[in-house]
């Protein structure tokens, strides 16, 4: 489409906008956009937000493309349509609604709950903020055919979004995610939006299901008398301005925890995020005030969650007693070494049980699962996909937990999305288990890598913002899909797992597998030496994410530093080696 052609379009959408029963603020924000300001008019209306791995998200303002009450609405009327479809034999069909400290998150959250009392739909509203698992545990304790959470997880203030859940507490998978994506569509005006200003409804909830929730996660605790022995670990958690203030201290003293600083300077929750500059617990910027206090207490272990409590990231002492922040697949390795090795000393292990990763995930995850003779499910990157599995083998096995690397991880079965709730208290339980062998963390880690062998892995996120961006992107898997590399870093490429065409590509025998998981944008390259690299757009930002894992044997504790130098080298050359431009 020519750019002229795109222009009109957009004015044309623009327009419909402005003429429809929209709120003045909205219909000057539109003027001016039409009047003023042609790129952020096309970037507004050039298209229809769509659900990605997560649901709908977007920069806020007024448009299409953009997070508001009308997008927010529709998406909503499109949703309850569908529900009454899907349900028509249940009396009254339920929702659950949460939301989190971001800008307007309550005020969506509140119109979408408006829009399901209008359509006869049942809403249990949480009184206030709360992380993104509880809603999910909501959904199991009310028995609701679906919920919803507003939020961004950890993306920059300008951002918020709308995860949509289903009946079993996970986020909507195929094929409900596109037939709702369906039914939204045929909402081509705002006046197709039942709104209901008298709440009819509508049940407001908080304190009671925070209670239950606690007492659930309470008992996946495996080590009492350990915490009790080490009841003053020295805790620093930040909540970065976000939900987890609500639950997440509360969670660490039901464990038995008893010396937990918070850091004050982000205990209030703020959408603006005023001490960072992104809410994203991956950033060590994120984290650089919790660093600050827990230097100044000496702490054992510092936590921080995300603005909808759904990802933990931590830091803990190396060798040199200075803190460090440790990835997620480090921490993902160090909780499922934890929670399985305790299910065999607590003779929990009956030869039925499993834990799930997702295929960017580290691999020695899997190596500590075989070790014990668990089984290990990898699945496509989303904790849908962890939740679905559960869903899938309730009743035949049982689930010790699982993670992905971009920090999120869930123990038991009662919670059906990433718990960073459920994460820190486990975690300060992990830590715990270390410090009554008279270990650090870290030194639990190295332990780990000696015995399974040291695997490291690196995440690159090139960023394309826009149409433009978009295109480019698409471009870059395209050339990837249909020219792979032959070699990378000068060791044979073996094979090649296309998850969009679901085929293993054998390059050495020329055979061709069936991939048995759902089609995804995502490529994977597995090397003669080991190495493991992965590609995908991301489904919830405009970038392209390379993935990269190496490993290699690890003797000794003394050999960590000249070892993880190695494969910092290694992985670095494989970036060369693929040319990729930031």
């Known amino acids: 489409m020519a750019d002229n052609e795109l222009l009109k379009k957009v004015q044309s959408k623009a327009n419909i906008w402005l003429n429809s029963d929209i709120d003045e603020k909205s219909k000057k924000e539109i003027e001016n956009l039409l009047n003023n300001n042609e790129p952020e008019l096309i970037e507004s209306f050039y298209k229809d937000l769509e659900f990605g791995t997560g649901g709908l998200r977007g920069i806020m303002g007024p448009g299409t493309n953009r997070m508001n009450i009308y997008t927010v609405g529709m998406a909503t009327q499109g949703l309850s349509n569908y529900l009454k479809k899907q349900f028509d034999d249940i009396k009254q069909i339920k929702v659950a609604i949460a939301y989190d400290s971001r800008n307007n998150s309550k005020l969506f959250a509140e119109k979408t709950a408006s829009v399901f009392s209008a359509n006869g739909i049942k809403v249990y509203l949480f009184e206030n903020l709360r992380p993104t698992p509880e809603l999910s545990f909501a959904i199991r304790n009310f028995g609701c055919q679906s919920g919803i959470v507003v939020t961004a997880s950890h993306n920059p203030k300008e951002y918020n979004g709308y995860k949509v859940y289903w009946d079993d507490g996970g986020q909507i998978i195929n094929p409900h995610d596109k037939n709702i994506i369906e039914e939204v569509k045929k909402i081509t005006n705002i006046a197709d939006i039942q709104f209901d200003d008298t709440l009819k409804n509508i049940e407001i909830i908080g304190e009671k299901i925070d209670k239950i929730y606690l007492k659930e996660l309470s008992k996946l605790s495996l080590n009492p008398k350990v915490i009790k022995n ?18 997440v201290p509360k969670a660490l003293k039901a464990y038995g925890f008893e010396n937990i600083t918070i850091v004050e300077e982000q205990k209030i929750p703020d959408g603006n995020f005023p001490t960072v500059k992104s809410p994203n617990p991956e950033e060590p910027a994120a984290l650089e005030l919790a660093l600050k206090k827990a230097k100044e207490i000496d702490a054992d272990i510092v936590m921080a969650t995300d603005p909808d409590g759904d990802r933990v990231g931590i830091a803990v002492k190396n060798i040199s007693n200075e803190f460090i922040l440790l990835n997620g697949n480090q921490a993902a390795a160090l909780l499922i070494n934890y929670l399985i090795s305790q299910w065999k000393a607590t003779g929990k292990l009956k030869g039925k049980e499993y834990i799930v990763k997702t295929i960017v995930t580290s691999e020695l995850l899997k190596d500590i699962a075989d070790k014990y003779n668990v089984e290990c499910y990898d699945v496509l990157t989303g904790f849908k996909y ?19 690397e971009s920090y999120g991880y869930l123990a038991g079965e009662f919670v059906r999305d990433k718990d960073a709730v459920m994460s820190c208290a486990l975690l300060a339980e992990t830590a715990a288990m270390a410090k009554e062998k008279g270990k650090t963390l870290y030194q639990e880690l190295i332990d780990i890598y000696i015995e399974f062998g040291f695997y490291k892995e690196k995440l690159i996120s090139v960023v394309r913002k826009g149409k433009k961006g978009a295109e ?18 000068n060791s044979n490429v073996m094979l090649i797992h296309d998850f969009l065409k679901q085929k293993t590509f054998d390059q050495i025998s020329h055979l061709r597998y069936e991939i048995n998981l759902p089609k995804s944008n995502v490529l994977q390259f597995i090397l003669k030496d080991g190495s493991k690299i992965s590609v995908r757009p991301s489904g919830t930002e405009p970038k392209i994410k390379f993935y990269f894992g190496v490993h290699e044997n690890l003797e000794t504790r003394e050999n960590f530093d000249k070892m993880n130098n190695l494969l910092d080298e290694k992985i670095d050359y494989i970036v060369k080696s693929l040319g990729i431009n930031l």
């Open 230 to 247: 080490q009841k003053d670990l020295k805790i620093v958690y930040t909540p970065i301005h976000g939900t987890g203030v609500e639950l």
């Open 472 to 489: 480019e992107i698409q471009e870059m898997m395209d050339n990837f899909r249909n020219n792979p590399p032959q070699t990378i870093n």
């Open 386 to 404: 962890i939740a679905d599995i559960i869903k899938q083998k309730e009743g035949e096995k049982k689930f010790i937990g699982g993670g992905e």
